[in-house]
């Protein structure tokens, strides 16, 4: 579970990426889409409303409320 604060301070963007499995992935894009949360295929904010298989699993993209680059990915990079 991920809470977030708000942030009273100057920030630089970060990039988290969390390895979860096939429930939690499904979960949390069935949230991103819910909420209408924009997400990404790629990094680069690519493919707007689609996910990646990179790797051999599925990934996606998304900015949290501060601006940081989350990933969710279901298997580890090679």
């Known amino acids: ?3 977030f604060a708000e942030v009273t301070w100057e920030h630089s963007p970060q990039h988290y990426a969390y390895l979860v499995d096939d429930g939690h992935f499904d979960r ?5 889409r819910e909420r209408s949360i924009e997400f990404w ?4 904010r690519q493919q707007p409303g ?3 298989h990179g790797h051999d699993g599925r990934g996606v993209y998304f ?3 501060s601006g940081h680059y989350l ?8």
Do not use: S, V, W
Request: hydrophobic share 40%; no cysteine.
């Open 1 to 3: 579970m991920l809470q």
């Open 28 to 32: 949390a894009l069935r949230t991103l």
């Open 41 to 44: 295929a790629g990094p680069q």
């Open 50 to 52: 689609e996910i990646n």
């Open 63 to 65: 900015l949290d409320p």
């Open 71 to 78: 990933e969710l990915i279901t298997h580890p990079y090679l």
